[in-house]
């Protein structure tokens, strides 16, 4: 069986939610693979929560309580933004259950490459239904635009509607938390593990880099995993990630931010656009586990496929191992090495510096 496929099987549990036991598990099944491959995996150990769902509730509360004083929602507002840019001064008090990443490397060098991917899945959702998905970004917009005007909204009449929009919404959420099922992911993304360990194993390091895979968990609730694997990488990491490449059409993102965007750089997004296969794409529907490391400085690039604009099956029950498409992976990981095959075929020329 090709480690495509054994990857897949591996994954084959009814979810992987967010430091959950169902989670733990996924990466003890991952670490012994890696183990059996003659390979030592490092596990990095930090602490999250099982879903978002609690944080965009306070912050839908605070912002809903306009109608009591101004300064709810002006607190709600600020959370809203530093939570959407992908900041949460608050996780310290919040981040309680145990997750981890689990880091690989092969060869010796003086600069690093990362193959990276998030093994954690998501509860689902009522905007991810098929039939409103698309209209995603458009909610997130109107409810961004509501959010930062509501400490100013809240000095007006406009205050009991907007209340009531806040309050309604802080009710979705509970439901959400209470009833709402944790998918199966065989999409999003048991799809890029299993590319990003494929095309490690089958990948010598490039001349004067050291070849890493990481897999993180808590991506879904924050890029959790991300920012713990933050201080384990070299400075000047490549970093390619691979999120939601099971079905769909092929793209590489040239950046990425819900209200903010930032941009990719170096050397991967360079060969990416020299690459065929795969179409740009500036993505501005949620985030990746790329952000925090773009954020600081790293080259990254991130990997997805997309149908409509928007992932396929993303967060919906419909997200499983069955619907996936075998073609769109092997091709993917043909992408994948090709990508890697630019940067080896420069060597010591301008892309790699």
Request: a positive charge; charged letters at 20%.
């Amino acid at each position: 069986m090709e480690a495509l496929e054994e990857v897949l099987e591996l994954l084959k549990l009814p979810h992987r939610g967010s430091a959950t036991a169902l989670e733990a598990e996924a990466f003890r099944r991952l670490r012994g693979f890696l183990e059996a491959q003659g390979l030592k995996p490092s596990e990095i150990p930090f602490r999250g929560m099982p879903s978002y769902g609690p944080e965009l509730l306070a912050l839908s509360l605070l912002l809903g309580l306009g109608f009591l004083s101004p300064l709810f929602p002006l607190a709600g507002a600020l959370g809203f933004y530093l939570y959407f840019t992908g900041r949460r001064p608050w996780g310290r008090l919040l981040d309680r259950h145990p997750s981890r990443n689990l880091l690989a490397w092969k060869g010796e060098g003086t600069r690093a490459l990362v193959l990276m991917a998030h093994v954690d899945t998501a509860k689902t959702y009522f905007l991810y239904h098929p039939k409103r998905v698309k209209g995603f970004r458009r909610s997130f917009l109107l409810n961004a635009c509501l959010a930062l005007l509501s400490p100013l909204l809240a000095l007006t009449p406009l205050k009991w509607p907007l209340s009531l929009y806040f309050l309604l919404q802080a009710a979705l959420l509970l439901h959400r938390e209470l009833s709402a099922p944790y998918v199966e992911g065989g999409n999003d993304n048991a799809s890029g593990v299993a590319v990003a360990t494929a095309l490690f194993l089958e990948t010598d390091p490039p001349p004067g880099f050291r070849l890493g895979l990481a897999l993180t968990g808590c991506e879904e609730v924050g890029a959790l995993g991300a920012k713990a694997l933050l201080p384990h990488l070299p400075e000047g990491t490549l970093v390619l990630n691979l999120d939601n490449v099971g079905r769909g059409e092929l793209f590489y993102a040239e950046g990425e931010g819900m209200l903010r965007y930032v941009p990719y750089r170096g050397p991967l997004l360079e060969a990416a656009r020299k690459t065929p296969g795969a179409r740009p794409v500036r993505y501005r529907l949620a985030y990746f586990d790329t952000l925090p490391l773009a954020q600081r400085g790293l080259p990254t690039l991130t990997l997805i496929r997309l149908e409509g604009g928007v992932p396929p099956d993303w967060h919906w029950p419909t997200d499983t191992f069955a619907r996936l498409d075998q073609k769109a992976l092997k091709d993917t990981l043909a992408y994948a090495r090709s990508l890697l095959k630019a940067l080896v075929d420069k060597g010591q020329g301008d892309l790699l510096h």
